[in-house]
């Protein structure tokens, strides 16, 4: 008796603790007929907090723009935030319960991949719009989604290019060391498959892979030390960990002792935030590539900077004032898509709205590029930037595409 | 390891006072070619341009100080080019003159520091250090770029080493010139000299010189006299033992340094849930209340006694355990005293406090990782055997873990307060009958289990990220320690970390990091089968 007692005590209470939780996060209801309401799914807990809570903020801000300049369509645009705790399941059932009671226009939401594939379905059965401000794998091309950021073929691959050229160093070995997923693992097939196309045998490389949350990388630095000073030329590191691994794994590369010079890391998914908390000094060199950087030289960039401080300020928010990322640039860059083709359609409306897309631009993008979605898939072209680490935990600009390219979402290499 | 960052600015100061004075010989042709192709924006120009003032300097044609200070420069973003400008160096103390080093005025039109990519900083790395050994010979900045040559030999400039093997004042480095100087005469066309530097390389065990050795073996192919073939045989063989050796001894340091931060993360809650049986769930939340208290202690520091700011963490030590011992007497007061019969309740009561002390902490430091700044003496780390190299954080990590270990045993064993906790432990009706408080011996063994967490938040922060969120990643490995374990029992505590962390060291390199944390959980739920008490059971008052 006591037993069965405990279980169903045990199961309401979880139950009921789950809804406590959820509750608060949907506070800010469709009040009237005169709002249009945006979701986000965004955690601020568990191990992607540090970096994707800021994103509600700005997808916020962008809203209070539209606002000031009288709205979308006549209306006054709302943002929905919710947690969903870096549990990706949770992105899923938030993501439902925004499209289906809430009834919002459309998600901005996502940083990993394993999240943005728990959310598809979702999406795809309620003809939703997802806004994906990440650059990310590729191979995927859904019309309920649109891709704000570059695929590979316009980020990783040039930045490969980069590494592999004179000026680059001439890089001949690659040690790849990702997170335990699907972003990391496909991005690393696809770099395999562009060595090979490049002439390089298998044992140029080697692949190693961590859970999430890891963060005790010294036995990888240690084999990492052994693999560069093996013969056959100049090893870099092609880093795709995320979230609170990345810091860890700088903390025992300088521990180790190891800098740019030595291995270079190129870390696709180390962001001016990553670097936040740590003594950027002897990591100067290292290398990133995103279509934003903090350091992007365009009047755009400063507007945009300047008007982060003050939300943040004004708000008196968690987040660092002085810390703009890509991410960030990429979701305010699609909150203004969406009022773009919103008014071009003149509604709200899913199926009208992705009829609006081809031929849609947004000229005010912080990275100084003019973007534009082609209409033949649902990504946007934007700009390429090289970042290399400085010491003032920012990324100086190595190098950045003279145009947009045309995304390709799916790879050859793959 | 030599960290090559700070030093060489302070000689640099030192170096511009001194070499001012006799700087009249400004505008050499030398000079002016330099500075015109250090300010190129092209990479070949560069480094073609430290390559000729390095041979200039060591033959005695440049002024080495003008060449440490240029090459410097350039590496650290002091060196300012403009369209048509002469060339200027922006220092701490104001702008020079790059060709003179004398005193310039600040100037009028835009000029910034050419951008130095990955092959130029190598260059101009490379550049500095070597000039150093010119410029400022035995000197600290002359060691550290020793060090910095170390790490790629043969690229350092022949003529250099040879100049500062020279130069008296360099006595104290001739063993490790000597060392750079035999991975340059690898490439020797004459046999004996080839010889002679195979055999100082295999005294110098480690992959890199096994790469050089290997990659000597298969350039020479069978043209190699016997003699040679020989010597570069022995010293392939003799540097894989010596590698063999340093990787074990790199394993059992890894193992240990993860266990002691296992170990840490499991001491208070060995405390609070083995021998006082409380779920706390916000156990890991005390950790980072530790981590959170030393970033405190720093912050004061730098504020109040500047001086004191490499000490920090050793200043932390009672501060840390004391604010979160306070903030768990607190909580035990306020919330776990009314539950002890209820564990179902703690479990839940602890959450929602760990729950909420994260979110107080997010809404007064915010969410991002805080800076620690790593103390002079945590920095960095030393070469032992081959490529085994002990970094000093871990070292300081492990020493900690074992004098908490030794000081939580003291207090347990052979104290009063220590008596009456394993008294209420073993018995608390018994206990209470003859005179021992229960009350007030749950007070404090909730504190000294929390003051203990915050500990181990302290020695987590120079090796782990510290955030608010920080303490979740610990409290399944301390729960998983304790329970294998044994509850109730700090050997067992201690035990059981070293053998996960032994275990996982061992098997990640060969299994990769996933499966290693498959293979120790099914390990342990084999251990859990097999001793349902764990490890070292005690008899409790469960």
Known sequence: ?414 | MHRFHRAPLVFLAVCLALCTAGAATAETPLRRATLEQLCEKSVGPRVEAVDRLLTATAAGEEDASWTFAILDAARSKGLHCGKDAVPLLKLEDGWRDAASLAPAEPPEQKMKPPFVNLKVRASLDMGAALSALLAAPGSAAAESGLGEIEKRPDRANSAVIAAATALSENAPFVDRLGSIQASLDLASEVPEDRIAAIDRIAENPSERNRTALLNLQAELGGKADPVTRDALDNAIAEIDGWIALGAVASTVYSGLSYASILFMASLGLAVIFGLMGVINLAQGEFIMIGAYATYAVQEALRAIAPGLLDWYLLIAIPIAFLITAGVGCAVEASVIRHLYRRPLMTLLATWAISLFLINSVQAIFGTQNLEFATPAFLGGGERLIADFIVTWNRLFAILFAALVFVAALLVLNRTQLGMYIRAVTENRDMAGCIGVSPRRVDLISFGIGSGLAGLAGLALSPIYNVNPTMGTNFIVDAFMIVVLGGVGNLYGTLIAALGVGMINVVIEPLYGAVAAKVIVLLLIIAVIQLRPEGLFAVKGRR
Request: glycine share 8%; proline share 6%.
């Open chain 1, 1 to 414: 008796m006591t037993l069965m007692k405990r279980r169903k005590f045990l199961k309401t209470s979880a139950a009921a603790s789950v809804a406590a939780l959820a509750a608060p996060a949907l506070i800010a209801r469709a009040q009237s007929g005169d709002t249009i309401n945006l979701g986000c799914l965004f955690s601020s807990s568990g191990t992607m907090a540090n970096i994707e809570g800021r994103m509600n903020a700005v997808v916020n801000m962008a809203a209070e723009e539209l606002n000031a300049k009288g709205g979308v369509l006549g209306k006054t645009v709302e943002v929905m935030v919710t947690d969903p705790a870096s549990d990706w399941p949770l992105y899923a059932q938030l993501g439902r319960q925004l499209l289906q009671q809430e009834k919002v226009a459309a998600l901005f939401g996502c940083w990993t991949s394993v999240s943005r594939k728990s959310v598809l379905p979702v999406v795809e059965q309620n003809n939703g719009l997802l806004y994906y401000p990440l650059h990310f794998e590729g191979e995927e091309n859904s019309k309920n989604v649109v891709y704000l950021n570059s695929p590979p073929s316009s980020s990783v691959l040039p930045a490969l290019d980069y590494l592999m050229s004179e000026d680059g160093g001439e890089a001949k070995r690659f040690y790849m060391l990702g997170s335990d997923y699907v972003w990391p693992r496909t991005i690393n097939k696809i770099c395999k498959g562009y060595w090979t196309s490049k002439g390089f045998e298998e044992s140029a490389w080697r692949e190693e892979y961590v859970p999430f949350g890891f963060s005790n990388f010294q036995t990888l630095v240690n084999d990492i030390r052994q693999f560069a000073s093996e013969p056959g030329g100049q090893p870099i590191i092609v880093l795709t960990v995320v979230g609170s691994s990345i810091p860890a794994f700088f903390k025992e590369i300088i521990n180790q002792g190891i800098a740019a010079t030595d291995i270079p890391i190129l870390g696709l998914d180390v962001l001016e935030a990553d670097l936040e908390g740590l003594d950027t000094a002897p990591m100067v060199g290292h290398l990133n590539c995103w279509a934003y950087l903090q350091n992007a030289e365009a009047p755009e960039n400063d507007t945009f900077k300047e008007a982060w401080k003050s939300y943040v300020g004004g708000n008196s928010l968690p987040y660092s004032p002085e810390t703009v990322i890509d991410p960030m640039v990429s979701a305010y860059d699609g909150v203004m898509l969406w009022a773009a083709a919103a008014e071009k359609a003149g509604t709200v409306e899913v199926d009208p709205m992705r009829e609006a897309f081809p031929g849609l631009t947004f000229d005010g993008c912080p990275s100084g590029y003019d973007i534009a979605m082609t209409g033949e898939n649902n990504y946007v072209s934007r700009g390429v930037f090289i970042g290399s680490v400085n010491d003032e935990q920012a990324f100086d600009i190595l190098w950045q595409s003279d145009d947009q390219p045309t995304p390709v979402p799916f790879s050859p290499y793959a």
